[in-house]
């Protein structure tokens, strides 16, 4: 069966931060772009964000893109590349300035300036203290910086697809991406989306875990595509726990609370962080203060009848600032755990959050894969930015507010690339291979046809379940090394998925099923990359290999789907302009 074609010159599939900051670079430019999402594009995850955007615009006391630098190099555990990391320090004032200016409201300082908040990790003066770099609109930066960008974009005609799914990527067969093939929800009908240039800014993947603050559409599909068209992944291993989900609806709260003055207690009243990290106390990274929280609840000293939370005490900044700066927490407090902050602790423990892994690229957007001992060959016309991506900024750690701050520049970044690109290529398209739908009918044929096969919810929360238990905040190698024959077992059912409803219009069984094949991708990955690592880094803590391991291990993971293949590649830590920040010990 041949299907209709729609060519664009750029198509990107997700409508984040991260796509639309990108969409609008490029339809601003007098291109025809198709932007494709499976949600209304404000509706993305990126409108959960609360914390807000990290810049270096030192509105709030003595700042420098360097600092940001340093802190971002240490947060990754040295597994982020220093080229990378400089690019998006030195450019996150400029996007932010630019974002404000495209009608974002920011929170104000009386003198008219962005106010910025303190943040886990972020310091002045190489690690001396505390810095405010967090720019924000109350806690709900996200959501006003969707609205800005895709008003953007409205403006510049960026052509939206709104509630319809990527399925599979095309690729010629001399490797290069001419597109995808997405299925409408409404009619069930199958499209080719031809592209000079492909972007993915699918987001995260964090639904493979069982307890996970990502909305329900996170379900990896970007990097699933990206593994089945036979590009590896990069330092999937590598998953933030946040430090603070509501206990039992995995909900965030932000860090953003700790940032105006919050603190977390165990049961017996006693500010633990302290112990841990006594400089930056509950402001240290991520992966430090969640592992403190596991262990505290480990060892005894959590909270409630079964002495499994911690709670996040913030009475004590007063109903006033509660009000102004964190209303959208009071309010989560109150719908999921039933607590008023102003006046009780909230209930909190640590919760998937983030995937720092993904589909590899370098600092300007463009996907790379290796083609024998080369490790940095560009996959011609396909880029990918924002969640999905792996540039690799954030190393085995990111720091809160640079998964916006990264939206913005590689977003941006990624745009410039495909925007050279695209002019290179001239007005015609490339001619499209005769098969270049059938891996994805094929796959909705098999949904189809499938009687006594296995339950996608099952089939599903088998998976979760196995991550969760097997790759959390503490990794135990027998543990892992079950995961593995776990996450291996489930290829069976994922492959024999079987939907009852079989009708095209609105079919949301379908597409769940579409998006478990996804799904597993990216937990396979994880599974396999996780159990392969031998040492400590970043988020990933091992039970046996308890250190950083910078001989055998500064290096970064590469996941093949065909044959479970891993590969290393070297980190790099050379940056652009300044001297590289050599690892050493990472204390708060
Ligand atoms: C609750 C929460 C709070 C956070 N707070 C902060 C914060 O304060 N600061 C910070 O820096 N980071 C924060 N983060 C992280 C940050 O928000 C995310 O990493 C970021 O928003 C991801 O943006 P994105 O553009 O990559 O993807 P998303 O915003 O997740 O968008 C993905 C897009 O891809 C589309 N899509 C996916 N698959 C398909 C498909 N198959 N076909 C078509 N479309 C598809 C979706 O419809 C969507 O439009 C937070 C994350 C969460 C979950």
């Given at each position: ?44 995850h ?157 987001g995260g993947g964090g639904r493979i875990f069982a307890s996970s603050t990502n909305a329900f559409i996170n379900m990896g599909d970007?990097v699933g595509?990206?593994a ?8 999937m291993e590598f998953w933030q726990f946040h430090?603070?989900g509501v206990a039992g609806a995995g909900v965030l ?37 969640s592992?403190?929280?596991a ?13 499994d ?40 423990v640590p919760t998937c959050h983030y995937q720092?892994g ?29 969640e ?66 296995a339950s996608v919810d099952k089939t599903r929360s088998e998976i979760q379940r196995t991550m969760q238990a097997h790759c959390g905040v503490f990794r135990f190698?027998?543990m892992l090394?079950q995961g593995v024959e776990k996450i291996k077992a489930c290829a069976d059912s994922v492959a024999?998925l ?10 949301t069984a379908?597409i769940e099923a579409l998006e478990l094949q996804n799904l597993y991708e990216v937990a396979r990955a994880t599974m396999i990359s996780a159990e ?7 988020a ?49």
């Open positions: 069966m041949t299907l209709p074609v729609r060519k664009f010159d750029a198509v990107i599939v997700g409508a984040g931060g991260a796509g639309l900051r990108a969409a609008y670079e490029l339809s601003k430019a007098g291109l025809k772009v198709a932007c494709l999402s499976k949600v209304f594009p404000t509706r993305s990126t409108v959960a964000a609360q914390g807000g955007v990290g810049a270096a615009l030192g509105n709030m006391g003595e700042d420098h893109w360097h600092w940001h630098m340093y802190d971002t190099v240490k947060g990754s555990d040295w597994l982020g590349d220093q080229d990378a990391i400089e690019f998006m320090c030195r450019m996150a004032p400029e996007v932010v300035i630019e974002l404000e200016h495209f009608g974002m409201p920011f929170d104000r300082n009386d003198n008219g300036t962005i106010y910025q908040r303190p943040f886990g990790g972020h310091t002045a003066n190489f690690g001396e203290k505390p810095v405010q770099r967090s720019s924000c609109a109350a806690d709900r930066t996200g959501h006003a910086m969707l609205h800005a960008l895709y008003q953007r974009n409205v403006h510049s005609k960026t052509q939206f697809f709104v509630e319809w799914m990527a399925l599979d990527i095309i690729r010629a067969p001399d490797g290069r991406v001419l597109g995808v093939t997405a299925l409408e929800m409404e009619t069930g009908d199958i499209v080719i989306f031809q592209g000079k240039a492909t972007l993915f800014a699918t970007g595509m990206t089945r068209a036979g590009i590896p992944l990069e330092d430090p603070t709260i932000t860090e953003g609370v700790r940032g105006e003055g919050g603190y977390l207690l165990n049961k017996n009243g006693e500010r633990f962080m302290e112990r841990y990290a006594p400089t930056m106390k509950d402001l240290a990274s991520r992966d430090v203060v592992r403190a929280m262990t505290e609840i480990k060892e005894g000293r959590g909270c409630g009848p079964h002495g939370y911690i709670l996040l005490k913030l009475d004590h900044l007063g109903a006033d600032v509660i009000n102004k700066r964190l209303p959208g927490i009071r309010e989560s407090a109150i719908k999921f755990a039933n607590i008023d902050p102003v006046k009780e602790p909230i209930p909190v720092m993904g589909i590899p690229t370098n600092y300007h957007g463009e996907v790379i894969a290796p083609k024998g001992s080369d490790m940095s060959v560009v996959v011609p016309g396909f880029y990918a930015a924002g999905c991506g792996c540039a690799s900024i954030h190393g085995a750690n990111r720091l809160g507010t640079n998964s916006l701050t990264d939206l913005l520049v590689m977003g941006k970044s990624s745009a410039l690339s495909m925007l050279d690109f695209i002019k290179a290529e001239g007005p015609k398209h490339a001619e499209l291979p005769k098969d270049a739908g059938d891996m994805s009918l094929t796959r909705v044929a098999a949904l189809d046809g499938k009687k006594g096969g190698p027998d090394v024999n079987e939907i009852g409803d079989k009708s095209k219009v609105f079919n379908r392969a690592r031998k040492e400590t880094r970043g990933h803590d091992r039970a046996d290999h308890h250190q950083r391991d910078d001989v055998n291990w500064l290096k970064h993971t590469l996941w093949y789907k065909e044959g479970d293949r891993l590969e290393y590649k070297a980190v790099n830590l050379k940056p652009l302009s300044v001297e590289t920040i050599p690892p050493k010990a990472r204390v708060y």
